[in-house]
């Protein structure tokens, strides 16, 4: 039972470059988002979908783009990335409508230089 | 959400039991408390959650005080391996998503 996997683990981006997060879960589970972790911030969301073809911004969204065509996929674009980008981005699902239980990927890195 | 108070830091000795206090005076009726953690580079780790009544998993217990403006995780035999950032959560049941907000937490640490 794979969980939530996220990849690349890590990455190194220049200024202006695009490029996708991936993240997949294999539990059938409605709801799935991202979160980004900086120093001393805490987690922030920045988006997060309740279904297939139901996405929604978060706390931060600007920068980022999400899709969800199918249960399984939700992936992160970022368009032009920023050296402000640069954290640890985690993705993360849950069953239902409940607060319950996050899953959580293990995250990728990012820097943007 | 309501706000939640945690303190920074906290040592704990290995074997014994480890007290988490989180503050959430503000609370409403239909909040839950939720406890996550977070092992260095990992993923948060889900622990807990509770509304009234004090809970007790395979990980951790829940105390919520009958005024419920306060709580405590309380891991009753901790290792070196509970050594973690703990996050707690409030927040109402009322569906949209997965929105919970993460706070900075207390970053525990467990001592021989």
């Known amino acids: 039972n794979a969980g939530v996997t996220q990849t690349p683990k890590f990455q190194v981006l220049k200024t202006g470059q695009s490029m996708t997060l991936q993240c997949a879960q294999d539990?059938?589970?409605?709801?799935m988002s991202w979160y980004r972790q900086d120093p001393g911030m805490g987690l922030r969301l920045i988006h997060y979908s309740v279904g297939a073809g139901i996405t929604d911004q978060g706390e931060v969204p600007n920068g980022y783009n999400v899709s969800r065509s199918t249960t399984e996929d939700f992936p992160l674009r970022l368009l032009s990335a920023a050296p402000s980008q640069t954290s640890v981005y985690f993705c993360?699902?849950?069953?239902?409508?409940?607060?319950?239980?996050?899953?959580f990927g293990s995250g990728t890195q990012l820097s943007v230089l | 959400d309501a706000k939640t108070t945690q303190p920074p830091s906290m040592d704990c000795a290995e074997g014994r039991a480890a007290n988490l206090p989180c503050n959430h005076s503000t609370i409403s009726g239909n909040e839950y408390v939720y406890w996550y953690r977070q092992i260095h580079s990992q993923g948060p780790q889900y622990i807990i959650h509770g509304l009234k009544n004090n809970e007790t998993n395979e990980m951790a217990s829940l105390i919520i005080t009958e005024d419920r403006k306060s709580s405590t995780l309380i891991l009753p035999h901790a290792t070196l391996r509970d050594t973690a950032v703990y996050y707690c959560i409030a927040r109402a049941r009322t569906g949209g998503g997965n929105k919970l907000t993460f706070g900075t937490g207390t970053q525990l640490k467990v001592e021989l």
């Open positions: 993360a699902s849950s069953q239902d409508r409940g607060w319950e239980k996050l899953f």
């Open positions: 539990m059938n589970h409605e709801y």
